[in-house]
Every structure is written in structure tokens, then in C-alpha cells.
């Protein structure tokens, strides 16, 4: 019953976005004030209808209602609460239910503080949304209905896929997808102004606030994505270039390629055209993401089920929007008049620079992916692109960026001179001298080490440098006491910058100083790896709700100082009929000590590996650094007071709680 | 019953990654050995090298990799060999040959065309915005000098 309420709640959402789609357009267009009124409690309702949706299948999951034929394939009685609440997006339907939840919930956002917003273009935008909204409802009840009832209800279920069941992964996705989903306010902020005719400074602060949430919102869920990787997938990889990372990482780069040149326009009324270009871009990318992931043309680790079907919807969806979106701006784009004039030493040119680095470098990205699929269907070889190249592709573009970054992030709007750099010249000559001692200390093996390591600390300083400039000119104590009153804005800026050189350093550091040692270990042996030791107190099977596990106990030592136990498992989910790995670790800031517990060997004894992680945690936490950053910008007051936010509520709104 | 059910699951899990027993003895080969298959895939598995998949198949290649090794061969014959048995597929680090070329030269090539239309619309962008006379930069420093912040 309570799932039949959830479905008709979908199809009532279905129309009512339908109707967002069009009468507002229409009053936008004819100027009638009453129907473009209709898009706010439209968009309210979306909300309202499709959290009952959402609401009822995750009442179905947690009370494990096998009459539900997506619970009897994603579920299992034995399986621990938390899951049965994740189990509800770790599946194709329900993950859609969440994904147009998501968009519904952005479109509202809209609706509720978009009060400073020209009528027109409020309505433009949120019909604008509807329609993506309808695409996606379509999508979901046509091929992908996640309410569909089983004639005959089995015992049980067929548990969920047990890589999944962990808590990283059980996050990732809603992150993700409040990435994904939030570009599609900059897409229909992008096409209103491309119907409107009109892009000021004033549409690039609105445009902002949303690009810079679905931006940290991705950054998040990547980096659990990465961080799951790590410790889950048995061999401390954080980050594979696999299709579906690709996927989510594409639209990465071209949001933070956009939130930059939104400031351009914000700021300085320049390449208004290419923001508009940006902004379809970003949310073309990830309706690739979306076209990778569930059609499964590109087979990867993590992908959904595959289905020739919604492949080919997703296709024509992604066609529609982008194609539709793409001609529209060929028709347009030549009203956008630039006013803002600039020198070539500028830090509008700076930021020409840093788009034009993570285009190119997304564009990297996708050609890598897409290219076994094209050199398969047009040329007839069958080949991989795997690590190997996008390494060597995609490194030199990051190089170069964060190389230019603390120069341009300092250079002064309009025209520049060389003066204003003087003061990164200590933070280039201190880059230099850790990137020198590195050299000096690691036994030659590899550049990746030392040239990391400096642009690390380049970005990082460059980033302090640039905070420290902010508070202007007079004594250590006030301006000490300035930085702390400074906007947020500019502390977001300083923290995201900071946190990406602290993911460079690590992700530089990992790569080239990590150690192994591989042995087969009786109970009592041990097992040396660089200053570190092993030792194998102990293995046991154990029992855990839904999976068995063969479970080692092992006393990790550094320079003979105790550190600690580690317990890595095997795990076998008989449901599923799958195993999974899991590492013991024991992390500290500079580095991680990651054991894996393998095969019983024929002659006696176990495979144990062990690895040292040198800075892993750097990666991650320079990630919700960035992120951090994100959110402290989102919190300046000068959005507040410019959008005035929260002063008008939706008229005759429906409470979306 | 049910605890030899559970033991027999337990002994069929798939290995993890490189064994033990697979490693050469000789640390200068091992280490080449491991270099190399980074960059074989596993052909059954989805996007994974043959050092870090744990299917049959890919320490079946590990040891024959090795093999090779022992043997005496080169890295570039042992690459040839294995795309002479698996075909293109095994590799993934494509070749610089063929149609491939677009591949490796599609990221420089959209970075210089990106970056001269970018300079030609900077320059076109380049306004001369008027300089300051004398005056007006002495009461600019007077200005800056004298700042408070608020």
C-alpha cells in the first residue's frame, strides 16, 4: 500500500513538473505575472510529491518488503540497518529516485531564496529545471521503476552487493549526486539568460552560489569515493582513472573551470560567452557521467547493471540538453557583449589561463575514456587506455596550473605589475629549497617526489601569502587581528588553494616513496617493510551478520616502538557470493601502515602484505579542505545581502518537510 | 555441516594480487617484473593490471611475465609477446602508432589552439585604461598611506 502511495506520488510529480516546464515559460514570454507564480509552488510540490517516493521505498527496504522486486534484489533480512537505509540508492532505480529527488530539492532551492531574482528569469530557470525534471521522471517510470511488485514474494532477498555495504561507499553516492545534479542549476541559470538575452554581473552572483555547492558537494564524494578505494579494494590504490571515476571527475574540473570564470563575470562583466558555454558544459559532463555509469558501454569496477535500453534514453536525454542547449547558445551567444576591458597581465588573464588548463585537462579525461569505444566502433582495434596514459597526459596540465596558480590568484583584477609579486618570491624560493632537499634525501628515483613536494608547498604558502596580503598594509598584531574578520570569500579562496597543494604534496608523496614487503607468514613470524615490522600473532574466523571472515591479528612496530594491532580481514558474503577485503591500518599523519591478510598457503602459514602509506591521509584531507573552502565562500554575506536570501519565501508554497 | 560449508567458501576466495611464491628470487628482475605488469591488463577483468587482480588469469600472465624474464628477454620482446598472444587489449598504455596518434596528440593540440584563441580574444580584450596624472597618484599614496581598513 505505502509503496503504491509512493509511486502514485511519482506520477503526480511527473505532471506537476510538466506543468513547471511550460506555464512559466509561457508567462515569461508574454509577460503574464500569474503564470510565472506558478513555477514556486510548483517547484515546492515537486519536492514535497517526490520525497513521499523517496520516503516509501525507504520504508520498503528498512521493513525488508520482498513483495518489492527492487528489495528482493538489493536486500536481505540478516542485513545491518545502516545498509538497509543505503541499500535504497545502491541499485539502478532507487538511486534515480534519489538523483531526481536531489534535482527536485535544487530547483526549490530556487524557488525559496531566488525572492531577489528578475521575475522572468526566476521562472525561466525554474522551467528550465522542470524539464530536465521531466526527462528524468520519464526515465525513471518508463524503464526504470524502482515500485515494481514481485507476483510471488520470496522469503528473502538477495542481499546487496557487499563492496557496497561499507560505510565510504554507502555516502558516496548522495554526494555525488548533489554534484552531478546541482550543475543542472548553473545549466538552466545558463539557458534562461541565453532565452532572457541577458548576462550581467549580477547573474553571475546568482549563478555562483549553486555551481560553488554542486562543486564541494562533488569534491566530497569523491573523495570518499577515493578514500573507500583505498582501504576497501585490498592494495591502497586511491585513485584508478576508471571509467566511472572519470565520470564524476570530468564535470569536477569543469565546474571548478566555471566557478572561476563566474567571477569574471561577476566581477568584471568579461567572457560572459564562455561562462554560458561553461556552464552547459559542466552538466553536459555529467549527464556523460550518468550515460557511463548506468548504460554500461564502458565497463568499469562499479558500474549498475547495464541495460542496452536506458542507455539509449540516457543518450537521447543527454542529446536533447546539451544539443538543444549548444544551439541555443549558437544563436545567442553573440548578444553577450563583454564590457570589462583587461591587460595581458591581469588576473582576468590568470583566469583565462586556469580555464583554459582544466578544460583541456577534462578534455584529457574524456578522450581517454571515450577512445577504446571509438577506436572499437570507427577503426576496428580493440585497445585499452588505462593509467599509464592518463598519467602522462593529465600530469603536465596540473603541473602547469598549479605552477601559475598562487601568481595569478595574487595578480590584481584589470591590469597587473610584476610588483605585487614580489611577495611570492619567498614562497618560490622556499618551494624550491624543500623541492632541492627532497632531491638531496630520496635515493633518485623518481621526479615525482621532489617536483610534487615543491608545488605542494608553492601552492600552500602561495595560498598563505595571498590571505596574509589580504589584510593590507600596517602592524603584525592588527593585521593578525584582520585576518580574522576578513570575508569569507576570501577565506574560502585561501583554504581551497591551500587544500589543493595539500593534495598534490600527498598524492606525489604516495607515489613515490610507498614500500611493500610480501611474505608468507607461520603464527609468530615476521615481516620487515623499510623501519617498520610485522608480526602474526594470531588468525581466526569470525562470524559477522551477513558475511564470514578470516580475520589476522598482527603487532605492527616502528623502530622497535610498539604501534599498535592491526586486524585485516577476508570477508565471504554467501548471499551475494562474493568476498571482499578488508585492510588494517594504523594512520598517522605522515603516514599509514596497511595490512592485508591474503590466501592460505599449501604449505602451511598465510600471504600477508603490508605497505607503508607515506602521507596517504593528505590526499583526502586536502579534498575536505577544498571543500571546506567551498562552503566558507557559500557562507560570505555578500551573497546573503545581494540575493537577499531567505527575505521572500515562495508565495503559496507547499512546506517541503 | 554448516561450519564445513562455511570453510569450503573460505578456500575458494580468489587470490589476492601478486603470491608469495610467484616472486623471483632475484630482486633486480622482480622489480622489472612488477614495472611491467602495471601496464598489462587483466583481460577478464574490468580495468584492472595484472599486479593488482586477483583472477586466475592474471597470475597466470604474472608467471609466464616472469618466465619470460628468466629467460633473458628484453621488456620491449615482452610486450611484443604479450600483444602478440592477447592482442592490443593486454596493454594499457596504448601504442603511439596508427590512429592512435590522435589520441596522444589530442591534449596538446586542444591546449595551443585553446591557448592562441585565448590570446588573440586577451589581446583584442586589451583596453588602455587612462594612467594616472601626477596628481592623482599623489593623493592615491596619500590615500594608501594614510589606510585604514575597516
Known amino acids: ?657 | 555441516m554448516r561450519g564445513l560449508v562455511l570453510a569450503a567458501l573460505i578456500a575458494a576466495t580468489p587470490a589476492l594480487a601478486v603470491e608469495p611464491g610467484e616472486q623471483l628470487d632475484d630482486p633486480v628482475l622482480e622489480a622489472r617484473a612488477r614495472e611491467l605488469s602495471k601496464g598489462l591488463r587483466c583481460l577478464v577483468c574490468r580495468n584492472e593490471n595484472i599486479d593488482e587482480s586477483g583472477a586466475d588469469l592474471a597470475a597466470e600472465l604474472r608467471i609466464l611475465l616472469r618466465e619470460r624474464l628468466v629467460a633473458g628477454d628484453t621488456d620491449t620482446e615482452i610486450i611484443d609477446y604479450m600483444v602478440a598472444r592477447y592482442g592490443e587489449y593486454v596493454l594499457l598504455k596504448p601504442t603511439m602508432t596508427g590512429v592512435n596518434m590522435i589520441l596522444w596528440i589530442a591534449p596538446l593540440t586542444l591546449f595551443l589552439l585553446g591557448g592562441a584563441v585565448a590570446g588573440v580574444a586577451i589581446t583584442r580584450h586589451r583596453g588602455t585604461p587612462a594612467a594616472l596624472n601626477p596628481e592623482e597618484e599623489a593623493r592615491l599614496q596619500a590615500l594608501m598611506d594614510g589606510d585604514r581598513l575597516t
Open chain 1, 1 to 657: 500500500m505505502i509503496a503504491e502511495l509512493g509511486h502514485f506520488a511519482l506520477i503526480t510529480a511527473f505532471a506537476v513538473a510538466i506543468v513547471q516546464m511550460i506555464v512559466p515559460m509561457i508567462g515569461a514570454w508574454k509577460g503574464w505575472s500569474g503564470w510565472m507564480a506558478v513555477a514556486s509552488p510548483a517547484a515546492s510540490a515537486q519536492v514535497a510529491l517526490v520525497g513521499v517516493a523517496f520516503a516509501a521505498l525507504t520504508y520498503a527496504f528498512v521493513t525488508s518488503d520482498f513483495s518489492l522486486r527492487l528489495v528482493v534484489l538489493n536486500s536481505h533480512t540478516d542485513k545491518p540497518m545502516l545498509y538497509k537505509v543505503t541499500g535504497v540508492w545502491g541499485n539502478h532505480e532507487g538511486s534515480l529516485l534519489l538523483w531526481v529527488l536531489i534535482l527536485a530539492l535544487f530547483g526549490a532551492t530556487a524557488a525559496w531564496f531566488g525572492g531577489q531574482l528578475p521575475a522572468t528569469l526566476k521562472a525561466r530557470v525554474l522551467a528550465v529545471q522542470a524539464s530536465i525534471g521531466v526527462a528524468f521522471y520519464a526515465f525513471i517510470l518508463f524503464t526504470s521503476n524502482p515500485f515494481i511488485r514481485m507476483p510471488v514474494p520470496p522469503f528473502n532477498g538477495e542481499d546487496l552487493n557487499p563492496l557496497l555495504q561499507d560505510p565510504g561507499l554507502a555516502f558516496h553516492p548522495p554526494f555525488l549526486y548533489l554534484g552531478y545534479v546541482g550543475l543542472s542549476m548553473s545549466f538552466s541559470f545558463a539557458v534562461a539568460a541565453l532565452i532572457e538575452g541577458r548576462v550581467d554581473a549580477a547573474w553571475g552572483r546568482w549563478v555562483r552560489p549553486w555551481t560553488l555547492a554542486a562543486w564541494l558537494f562533488l569534491t566530497v564524494g569523491i573523495a570518499l569515493g577515493s578514500w573507500w578505494a583505498y582501504y576497501e579494494l585490498g592494495w591502497g590504490g586511491f585513485w584508478f582513472w576508471d571509467p566511472v571515476e572519470n565520470a564524476s571527475f570530468m564535470p569536477w574540473l569543469i565546474a571548478a573551470a566555471l566557478l572561476h570564470s563566474a567571477i569574471v563575470v561577476e566581477k568584471r562583466e568579461a567572457l560572459k560567452a564562455w561562462t554560458i558555454l561553461l556552464a552547459i558544459l559542466a552538466f553536459g559532463f555529467s549527464l556523460v557521467g550518468t550515460f557511463i555509469v548506468r548504460s554500461g558501454v564502458l565497463t568499469s569496477v562499479h558500474a549498475f547493471a547495464n541495460d542496452p535500453e536506458r542507455g539509449v534514453f540516457i543518450l537521447a536525454i543527454l542529446g536533447f540538453f546539451t544539443g538543444g542547449a549548444l544551439l541555443l547558445y549558437a544563436v545567442r551567444a553573440p548578444v553577450m557583449q563583454a564590457k570589462g576591458v583587461f591587460g595581458v597581465v591581469s588576473r582576468e588573464s590568470a583566469l583565462v589561463a586556469n580555464n583554459l588548463l582544466l578544460v583541456v585537462s577534462a578534455f584529457v579525461v574524456f578522450t581517454g575514456t571515450v577512445w577504446p569505444l571509438v577506436a572499437e566502433l570507427a577503426f576496428g582495434r580493440t585497445l585499452s587506455v588505462g593509467p599509464p596514459f592518463f598519467n602522462m597526459a593529465f600530469t603536465p596540465f596540473v603541473i602547469v596550473l598549479a605552477a601559475i596558480l598562487p601568481v595569478g590568484s595574487i595578480l590584481p583584477w584589470k591590469r597587473g605589475r610584476g610588483r605585487v609579486l614580489r611577495v611570492l618570491w619567498p614562497v618560490a624560493v622556499l618551494a624550491l629549497a624543500v623541492m632541492g632537499l627532497v632531491w638531496a634525501m630520496q635515493t633518485g628515483r623518481s621526479l615525482g617526489g621532489p617536483l610534487g613536494a615543491g608545488l605542494g608547498v608553492w601552492l600552500f604558502a602561495g595560498a598563505v601569502v595571498d590571505l596574509a596580503t589580504r589584510t593590507g598594509r600596517g602592524r603584525w598584531s592588527d593585521r593578525l587581528g584582520r585576518v580574522t574578520r576578513l570575508p569569507g570569500a576570501d577565506w574560502g579562496k585561501a583554504l581551497a588553494h591551500g587544500g589543493l597543494g595539500i593534495t598534490v604534496f600527498g598524492v606525489a608523496a604516495l607515489i613515490a616513496w610507498q614500500q611493500e614487503g610480501i611474505a608468507v607468514l607461520d603464527i609468530g613470524d615476521r615481516l620487515t617493510v623499510g623501519k617498520y615490522e610485522v608480526v602474526l600473532n594470531d588468525v581466526t574466523q569470525l562470524r559477522g551478520p551477513n558475511y564470514v571472515a578470516t580475520r589476522a591479528d598482527l603487532t605492527a612496530w616502528e623502530n622497535g616502538r610498539l604501534l599498535g594491532d592491526l586486524f585485516p580481514e577476508k570477508r565471504i558474503y554467501p548471499v551475494a557470493q562474493m568476498p571482499t577485503t578488508e585492510a588494517g591500518i594504523d594512520s598517522s599523519l605522515t603516514r599509514d601502515v596497511y595490512a592485508v591478510i591474503g590466501d592460505a598457503q599449501t604449505g602451511g602459514g598465510w600471504a600477508i602484505r603490508v605497505y607503508i602509506k607515506p602521507f596517504a591521509n593528505w590526499i583526502w584531507g586536502g579534498a575536505i579542505i577544498m571543500a571546506l573552502g567551498g562552503l566558507l565562500s557559500l557562507t560570505d554575506r555578500r551573497y546573503r545581502v545581494a540575493a537577499g536570501a531567505r527575505k521572500a519565501p515562495a508565495t503559496g508554497g507547499v512546506p517541503a518537510e
